[in-house]
């Protein structure tokens, strides 16, 4: 077995404090989720991480809490998929996330079940078109699986585990053609996810289109 010690900073106590090391002191891993996959010690290396990375290494903050290590992938359309990592409070389901959007980051745990925690981030779930994409969660994928491989260290990326969570089974969240019942992006809401974010290319004549809507 490959050295699965991992050395976590000071603090991450609550799940709230690791939603605040993941938004404070780890910039946004510009490379897309196809390009790295870093484990939770190269994450503090790089001090930088993308979803995928940043829901593994809440997985294993969470892990010392005394949560297994869960994460689940959210399924979208016309946008990139997010990974969260999962944590429970009894029987209700909370969520840490890194991402670039506000609004795609951490759940409190009062959702009775994954769907109603998923649910919870349609509405700031849009591409930078406006659209909202999101349409499916797949099962939660346990990372115990991968303790003999030491994804908590590795040196290499993660492409097994990222692939092994990307081919769960999902399950819908917006049975049918959706398009006419989902409604408008409100430009408010728009701005308000993309509030602190790095670097993200808004096309021209977005927020007017909106508007317009």
Request: net charge positive; hydrophobic share 40%.
């Amino acid at each position: 077995m490959k050295n699965t010690t991992l050395r976590l900073p000071r603090g991450l106590r609550t799940p709230a404090a690791i939603q605040r090391f993941l938004d404070d002191e780890l910039r946004y891993n510009k490379e897309k989720d196809g390009e790295t996959a870093r484990s939770p010690r190269r994450v503090l290396e790089t001090r930088e991480a993308h979803c995928f990375e940043g829901a593994l290494f809440a997985a294993a903050a969470l892990r010392r809490l005394g949560h297994p290590p869960l994460v689940a992938q959210l399924h979208a359309v016309r946008d990139d998929d997010h990974v969260l990592a999962l944590y429970r409070v009894g029987d209700l389901w909370g969520s840490v996330a890194k991402s670039n959007y506000s609004g795609l980051r951490f759940r409190s745990p009062v959702y009775r079940s994954l769907r109603e925690l998923a649910m919870s981030y349609f509405d700031c779930y849009y591409n930078l078109e406006g659209d909202k994409g999101l349409r499916a969660v797949r099962r939660p994928a346990d990372l115990s699986r991968f303790d003999a491989r030491g994804w908590e260290t590795a040196a290499d990326d993660l492409w097994d585990v990222s692939r092994w969570v990307a081919t769960r089974p999902a399950s819908p969240l917006v049975p049918g053609p959706p398009s006419r019942r989902i409604g408008w992006m409100d430009v408010r809401l728009f701005d308000a996810g993309l509030l602190g974010s790095s670097g993200v290319p808004i096309p021209p004549g977005v927020r007017t289109r909106l508007r317009r809507r």
